[in-house]
């Protein structure tokens, strides 16, 4: 089972999951999205919570109150973590997250280490962790079919971005071909009248000389 949240420190709410023990923490590992990030109590035993990344958000610039919501609901699941005061949590995106056959349950590691970041926690804030239970939901999740369609749609709007881009790039050179016409157009009555001219001062001079 996995557990939803949703944090109205940004609008509209973002969404927060995690799993509901240490089998479901392997799942999540294995299905997180590249894009998701992943939140762990540094150096003890806590829930893996993770942030579904809102459109247009970066992971190294997660607002702060949105980036604090996370953090402390990561304490408030450390059966240690959450009596301690000043900890320090770690974040990194779900495509950093490095999984080993010899590891325990549970247990992860990182591609890049440069890819972790930190925050520090003084201590629990009740208001925080209460609002965020109170948005509290269980369900099952089926991973596979949810990464499945997930693809399904990253691959839709990328098909829609190249065929936009496509016609972008059509109607462009449709326009320089129609401005490269135009020029020529131009150029050709500015070279008739060119022609005209010496044959007009012709005319003049005959006429001077009868």
């Not at 050179?173 to 500015?190: G, I």
Request: hydrophobic share 40%.
């Amino acid at each position: 089972m996995v557990l939803f949240f949703k944090s109205t420190a940004i609008d509209p709410p973002a969404v927060i999951y995690m799993g509901k023990d240490k089998h479901e923490n392997e799942d999540l590992i294995k299905y997180a999205w590249p894009q998701d990030v992943w939140f762990h109590v540094d150096k003890l035993s806590s829930a893996h919570v993770y942030l579904r990344m809102p459109e247009g958000m970066s992971w190294e610039a997660i607002p702060e109150a949105l980036l604090i919501d996370c953090a402390q609901l990561v304490k408030a699941n450390s059966i240690e973590g959450n009596k301690k005061d000043n900890l320090t949590i770690i974040y990194t995106p779900g495509d950093n997250l490095k999984k080993s056959g010899d590891m325990a349950i549970g247990q992860v590691s990182f591609h890049n280490d440069k890819r972790v970041k930190r925050v520090h926690i003084p201590k629990r804030e009740n208001p925080i962790v209460n609002r965020l239970n109170k948005t509290k939901v269980e369900r099952e999740v089926d991973h596979e079919q949810e990464r499945v369609e997930r693809i399904k749609q990253e691959n839709a709007v990328k098909r829609a971005a190249a065929a936009a881009k496509k016609k972008a790039d059509a109607e462009l050179v449709k326009a320089r071909e129609a401005e490269k016409a135009a020029r020529s157009y131009d150029n050709m009555f500015t070279e008739e009248d060119e022609d005209e001219a010496p044959q007009q001062s012709v005319q003049e001079m005959m006429d001077d000389f009868m």
